[in-house]
């Protein structure tokens, strides 16, 4: 395998208007049991999408926004999570798979005017038990990730940015467990009121503001965990962010820690 470290194999620029909605995930991330088989399965499903790694390395494979690692000790594998991929023609749209470890993956197409949307995440599903809490914890940080709520029942709530959206829902099924949301911001001060938010409204701190050189020197993040205790962050990434492709491993609460996307 190799790094790919090259402004066209990274992918899409960054996202950077101030207080609008932002058109992608920064990155999503799960954890698998198998990284062999799993980055087969998904080198499969994204060629057929045009889509190739933005890197590949020993313990990191990453596609645009979308990234996998192997579990470990901080890093359990990801389970119950659905994710559709963006189809630029209808004909590359296809049927219901399971990846190795039973998360569900589609390709779907969606007839748009303009240009193509960034990224190929087009939606998530994330199971969880309790709507009501999911909804309290997503519309608390709304206004610093770039999302809208766009849908509220019950049993599903579905959140969006200008091009994607996320659904978290209640069903028969057990509640996904184990992924990783970052959003994308364009100022400090957003990921800073990203975490003083979520912490204010009672939320677990799992990583407080501030430049994580293990990652990209600039990068400035932060982390709180979700009600379903998936890890969400908020990133601005660092100037260079669109020619350097993200290829270590997330941390929890020191920057110190191996982390992945």
Not at 54 to 65: F, I, L
Not at 71 to 78: L, Q
Request: aromatic share 8%.
């Amino acid at each position: 395998r190799t790094s790919g470290h090259t402004s066209a194999a990274c992918g899409p620029p960054r996202w950077t208007p101030t207080g609008s909605l932002a058109p992608m995930f920064d990155h999503v991330g799960i954890a698998v049991s198998d990284l062999a088989a799993s980055e087969r399965f998904y080198r499969t499903v994204l060629s057929t999408l045009g889509i190739e790694p933005s890197y590949a390395g020993a313990d990191t494979v990453g596609w645009e926004d979308w990234w996998i690692g192997p579990v470990d000790g901080e890093h359990p594998v990801t389970r119950g999570l659905h994710v559709g991929f963006r189809a630029r023609e209808r004909a590359q749209a296809g049927a219901l798979l399971l990846d190795p470890d039973g998360n569900s993956v589609e390709v779907v197409h969606r007839d748009r005017e303009g240009l193509e949307p960034v990224g190929c995440i087009d939606h998530l599903l994330i199971r969880v038990r309790d709507p009501h809490a999911s909804r309290r914890f997503y519309t608390t940080i709304a206004p610093h990730a770039g999302l809208r709520l766009v849908h509220d029942e019950p049993a599903r709530v579905q959140f969006a940015g200008s091009d994607y959206g996320f659904s978290l829902v209640r069903d028969e099924r057990p509640p996904t467990e184990h992924v990783h949301l970052a959003f994308p911001a364009s100022e400090d001060s957003t990921v800073r009121a990203f975490h003083a938010a979520a912490l204010a409204a009672g939320y677990e701190d799992n990583g407080a503001p501030g430049e994580r050189t293990i990652y990209h020197p600039g990068d400035y993040v932060a982390f709180v965990l979700d009600p379903g205790a998936h890890n969400v962050e908020v990133v601005n990434p660092h100037p260079g962010g669109a020619e350097t492709c993200r290829c270590h491993r997330r941390t929890s609460k020191t920057s110190s820690t191996t982390a992945w996307p």
